[in-house]
């Protein structure tokens, strides 16, 4: 994929983000991003290595695919607190965002086995890194489906529920 200038990319750790400069660093060349977060620190990406680290934001029909996969998905609570960890890590930073659904998914079913009195713990690092999966998708999702960001949470717990 190529991308210029002023193009909006979802960055694997960051979500939302523009593409605000290319720049020539050591003779390599540079995407400058910017995260939508609000931060406003600039994050640097060799144009020539981008797979995995930022891809363009999904299509309304992607999108769709997206919450078809979600409504497949099954709640899947690892106990070995590790394995769990390294799981969630790993799917995080893939930058897939289908790993990223999966993650929301889990998110979705801790709070609503939790809300009908079927305990499940998590850390508060396992909750931080579902929280974040969350967020990037939503994010990209209400774009996609050009739905108000704050009402996502409620059509996705409709579409799971």
Same mark, same amino acid.
């Given at each position: 994929?190529?991308?210029?200038? #002023?193009?909006? @990319?979802?960055? %694997? +750790?960051?979500?939302?983000?523009?593409?605000?400069?290319? &720049?020539?660093?050591?003779? !390599? $060349?540079?995407?400058?991003?910017?995260?939508?977060?609000?931060?406003?620190? #600039?994050?640097? @990406?060799?144009? %020539? +290595?981008?797979?995995?680290?930022?891809?363009?934001?999904? &299509?309304?029909?992607?999108? !769709? $695919?997206?919450?078809?996969?979600?409504?497949?998905?099954?709640?899947?609570?690892?106990?070995?607190?590790?394995?769990? +960890?390294?799981?969630?890590?790993?799917?995080?930073?893939?930058?897939?965002?289908?790993?990223?659904?999966?993650?929301?998914?889990?998110?979705?079913?801790?709070?609503?086995?939790?809300?009908?009195?079927?305990?499940?713990?998590?850390?508060?690092?396992?909750?931080?890194?579902?929280?974040?999966?969350?967020?990037?998708?939503?994010?990209?999702?209400?774009?996609?489906?050009?739905?108000?960001?704050?009402?996502?949470?409620?059509?996705?717990?409709?579409?799971?529920?």
């Amino acid at each position: 994929m190529s991308y210029k200038v #002023n193009d909006r @990319v979802v960055h %694997s +750790r960051e979500g939302l983000s523009t593409i605000k400069d290319i &720049t020539t660093i050591a003779g !390599n $060349e540079y995407f400058v991003i910017v995260s939508d977060k609000g931060d406003k620190e #600039n994050i640097y @990406v060799l144009t %020539s +290595r981008t797979e995995n680290i930022i891809r363009p934001i999904m &299509t309304l029909d992607e999108a !769709n $695919e997206i919450i078809k996969y979600m409504k497949t998905v099954k709640a899947e609570f690892i106990s070995n607190t590790k394995q769990r +960890r390294d799981q969630y890590r790993k799917r995080l930073l893939s930058g897939n965002v289908l790993d990223l659904a999966y993650l929301s998914c889990q998110l979705y079913f801790f709070n609503y086995y939790n809300a009908h009195g079927q305990l499940v713990k998590l850390g508060p690092t396992d909750l931080q890194m579902l929280k974040d999966a969350e967020s990037i998708l939503f994010d990209e999702l209400a774009i996609s489906l050009n739905v108000e960001r704050d009402k996502m949470s409620e059509k996705i717990s409709k579409l799971l529920s």
